[in-house]
């Protein structure tokens, strides 16, 4: 039965990959290849005595060392990927996203994948044939972007050098000098860069525009007044300086000139009303949807889950208001309309905020409190040298969520952690008090169990912990905004905020969204869910501000399927708890249980759970 069980599971994550950087040099999550396996290589199997000499020289050693071979061709071809997990050996290397890029890609995806394919699972350890998976995966995934999605033709937000330059400057894996000169070294083909996005585009969506827009402009700090100081103060030879500056004009007038081309392509297609559709459709969102979310189901099923969890909390939130209304409101008549009533008493409590000067002060002073109550109840150990620094988010970075987490990777596992947090301060009275009232002193502290502690900056600590680069490497999104929504509700079942009915009733309404961002993707994706018909949801069905829906109606014409994630994730690793506890009875032990589950790295849940339940079968 296990076998059958793992032979199952293969079956479905074959069609599946999770988070990697796309041609452009961005991460982004996967879609599925179906119709496209007339162009993937293939590999015999109608000779016997062939399949029985390739079995018979499969091993587990060949598995990793071709891993690691895989690995490392990987870094060389996405260097801006390979920073940002903290491989700094190709800092100086900068892709062109041109078609020889492309076909190089595309080159290396098919060869890996008749490579890899070779392999029968049966012949290696559980750890490795789900590492497999998750390479045949990317490989499928990265050849349906090239051959079919080909989001590099229609999203220029896709085309960014800021990130990987940034890391270089802020990130101490080498003293300045030897930072800078890596930097002067990557600026040469940053104009290169810039002309070959320009090439690409050919029909791209307003939103993805309007996005690049905004953060390229935002790019430019990266290159600003800080960078000319440090080089100014830095021991590079005078030689080396000017070198510097000319590469940096250069660089800098590139940018420019691609916000100019996006600033008047904007123009003329708004013109000629001749923007492509941001919405990709069912067959493309249920391909991509089984890559990036890897569970037992549709987009389509989780769509219809999603509407019935929506109908459920809003009857939990009803029992709650109930019972805070005589609290709040004890001169006035509860209103026949349980969404009324529910809005009333969720109005009453977001004047309960912050001010937009002391917002970021808030979230950074609340981290050391969340430590001490996940210490306290010895939910899961922390490692107090990992160092998490909350940031303005920066300009290159805004537009796309409100909060968020930049985290090393495994080879620089001892770099910063930065919570980035949006400039609330920066926005008009009206705007910010829509945002505060939304982010209230309740929601903050959900917010911040999220993001931070032990959401996403602790899973992502124990991460860099996996003794498998493939995992975190290809790290199922599911898995890791799944975790982040699993904390809330765990740290409240723990005691934290000592059951207080109007924490429990703003929970609710965090985890209302996380449902609706579901039944929004869908529907704006797959059943042409307008604006206003999305406002209305967000904001009647949902009780969201008006800031946040609009924040995040753009959120969802950005993105595809990413939204999804939190619920699906959230879903799975509650029913594997429950699983797990019912196998191990008095044994089960929450502690432990979160230990070994965030063991295995960013792994997709049903693949942690694979793992798990063989670890305590007999």
């Known amino acids: ?15 599946a990959c999770g988070q990697k950087e796309d041609p452009a040099g961005h991460t982004k999550t996967g879609t599925q290849l ?41 870094w060389h071809l996405f260097p801006s990927w390979a920073i940002s997990n903290g ?63 080909k989001p590099h033709e229609w999203n220029p937000a896709d085309y960014n050098v800021s990130h990987g330059f940034a890391l270089i400057l802020n990130t101490d894996y080498a003293p300045l000098d030897d930072r800078l000169r890596t930097f002067s070294e990557r600026l040469v083909k940053v104009p290169a860069y810039y002309a070959a996005a320009e090439k690409a585009l050919s029909n791209p969506a307003s939103p993805q525009l309007i996005l ?46 691609y916000v100019v081309y996006l600033q008047t392509l904007h123009a003329q297609m708004e013109q000629a009303d001749s923007f492509r559709d941001f919405r990709i459709g069912k067959e493309a969102y249920e391909k991509k949807f089984q890559f990036d979310i890897q569970i037992s189901m549709s987009g389509e099923e989780l769509y219809n889950r999603a509407m019935k969890e929506k109908d459920r909390l809003h009857l939990k939130m009803d029992e709650l208001a109930d019972k805070l209304w005589p609290k709040y409101f004890p001169d006035e008549k509860r209103p026949d309309d349980i969404l ?33 109550f996940v210490n306290e109840k010895d939910l899961l150990s922390l490692d107090p040298e990992k160092p998490l620094i909350v ?16 985290a090393p990777g495994p080879y620089d596992k001892n770099a910063n952690t930065y919570y980035n947090v949006m400039p609330v301060d920066e926005l008009s009275d009206d705007r910010a008090e829509s945002f505060l009232r939304e982010y209230n002193t309740y929601l903050m502290q959900i917010l911040n169990i999220h993001e931070a502690i032990p959401g996403h900056y602790t899973q992502l600590v124990y991460a860099n912990q996996s003794p498998s680069l493939i995992k975190n490497i290809l790290g199922n999104g599911a898995m890791i905004e799944g975790w982040a929504v699993y904390t809330e509700r765990m740290m409240l079942e723990a005691g934290y905020g000592d059951f207080q009915p109007e924490l429990w009733m703003m929970y609710y309404k ?17 059943k042409g869910m307008t604006e206003e018909q999305a406002m209305e949801l967000m904001m009647k069905q949902a009780f969201q501000q008006e800031t946040e829906a609009m924040g995040k109606w753009r959120r969802a014409t950005l993105s595809q399927v990413q939204l999804t994630s939190y619920f699906a994730g959230y879903m799975d690793i509650m029913e594997l708890r429950e699983e797990i506890k019912q196998k191990l009875g008095d044994a089960f032990d929450l502690k432990a249980f979160h230990e070994k589950f965030l063991s295995y790295g960013n792994a997709p849940v049903p693949v942690i759970r694979e793992l798990m339940l063989a670890d305590i079968e007999p």
């Open 340 to 372: 009324e009533k529910i809005h009333k008493v969720l109005e009453k409590l977001s004047l309960n905020h912050a001010s937009k000067e002391t917002f970021k002060s808030e979230v950074e002073n609340q981290i050391p409190e969340l430590v001490a």
């Open 212 to 257: 690049a827009i905004q953060q390229n402009e935002g790019a430019q700090s990266v290159f600003g007044k800080e960078l000319e100081q440090k080089l100014a103060n830095s021991g590079l030879s005078d030689r080396e300086k000017e070198q510097f500056t000319n590469r940096l004009q250069a660089a800098r007038k590139a940018i420019d000139e």
């Open 34 to 74: 179906q119709d496209a396996q007339s162009e993937q290589p293939r590999v015999e199997t109608n000779t016997s005595s062939k399949a029985g000499t390739r079995k018979s020289a499969i091993n587990e050693g060949t598995f990793e060392r071709l891993s690691n071979q895989l690995i490392e061709r990987m």
């Open 1 to 15: 039965m296990k076998r059958l069980t793992i032979a199952l599971l293969l079956a479905t994550l074959l069609s």
């Open 391 to 406: 940031r303005t988010t920066p300009p290159y970075m805004r537009g796309f969520s409100v909060a968020s987490i930049n």
């Open 87 to 149: 491989y700094y050996k190709v800092a100086a290397e900068l892709q062109v996203p041109d078609n020889h890029y492309r076909r190089e890609v595309l080159s290396f995806a098919r060869s890996s994948l008749n490579q890899f394919s070779g392999f029968d699972p049966e012949s290696l350890n559980p750890n490795a044939r789900t590492d497999l998976a998750l390479i045949i995966n990317f490989l499928n995934e990265t050849i349906w972007k090239l051959t079919e999605f």
């Open 510 to 526: 965090w985890n209302l969204r996380t449902v609706v961002n579901t039944i929004l993707d869908y529907s704006i994706q797959v």
